[in-house]
T-cell receptor, first 114, second 112 residues
Framework: QKEVEQNSGPLSVPEGAIASLNCTYS??????FFWYRQYSGKSPELIMSIYSNGDKEDGRFTAQLNKASQYVSLLIRDSQPSDSATYLC??????????????FGKGTKLSVIP | EAQVTQNPRYLITVTGKKLTVTCSQN?????MSWYRQDPGLGLRQIYY???????DKGDVPEGYKVSRKEKRNFPLILESPSPNQTSLYFC???????????FGQGTRLTVV
């Protein structure tokens, strides 16, 4: 079974600091990687997607991918209280017979302290 | 408005009484899936479908059925619900498994 591992947290950072969220995955053949944000009681929503090694920046968010180490991370710069949520790492993997499956980590709860 | 619609949002039922949770998307997406979310266990995939009439088991398919007779709808069926199926359920759709998944609002199911 494909595994996606995240630290459950909670991760607490002061307002304005950088929050660093990490994720490892077990399937070396994975090609697509996602970070979702989920507020309490709400549906997950996509923050970033990344498909190749290196960094991808979008506003205050930077996703980093290292396929050799099977590691993907999300950095949130200038953290705001509104960033307080659970962050879910998701990895796409081939499950046979032309079929692909998206597996989520258990999520890291982030709290940004004003 | 592009969206994934699940119904009902909340459901309390008794053990053994068959139920269906509906899911519909208006984005012409090929890929649809069902997840359950439990405290400490995260989002776990129940079933997914890459196209009409094509469905595959996810990580926790036991006790569930799905069908994909048309592209927009992907209902989740619990033939004989049990208390261990009490959970928060999400339906999601995407163009394919490599692109952004859009989630429904969630269905909170309680089986007593």
């Amino acid at each position: 079974q494909k595994e996606v591992e995240q630290n459950s947290g909670p991760l607490s950072v002061p307002e304005g600091a950088i929050a660093s969220l990490n994720c490892t995955y077990s399937d070396r053949g994975s090609q697509s990687f996602f970070w979702y944000r989920q507020y309490s009681g709400k549906s997950p929503e996509l923050i970033m997607s990344i498909y190749s090694n290196g960094d991808k920046e979008d506003g205050r968010f930077t996703a980093q991918l290292n396929k050799a180490s099977q590691y993907v991370s999300l950095l949130i710069r200038d953290s705001q209280p509104s960033d307080s949520a659970t962050y879910l790492c998701a990895v796409d993997s081939y499950s046979g017979a032309g079929s692909y499956q998206l597996t989520f980590g258990k999520g890291t709860k982030l709290s940004v302290i004003p | 408005e592009a969206q994934v619609t699940q119904n009902p949002r909340y459901l309390i039922t008794v053990t053994g009484k068959k139920l269906t949770v509906t899911c519909s998307q208006n984005m012409n997406h090929e890929y649809m899936s069902w997840y359950r979310q439990d405290p400490g266990l995260g989002l776990r995939q129940i079933y997914y479908s890459m196209n009409v009439e094509v469905t595959d088991k996810g990580d926790v398919p036991e006790g569930y059925k799905v069908s994909r007779k048309e592209k927009r709808n992907f209902p989740l069926i619990l033939e004989s619900p049990s208390p261990n199926q009490t959970s928060l359920y999400f339906c999601a759709s995407s163009s394919d498994s490599t692109t952004e998944a859009f989630f429904g609002q969630g269905t909170r199911l309680t089986v007593v």
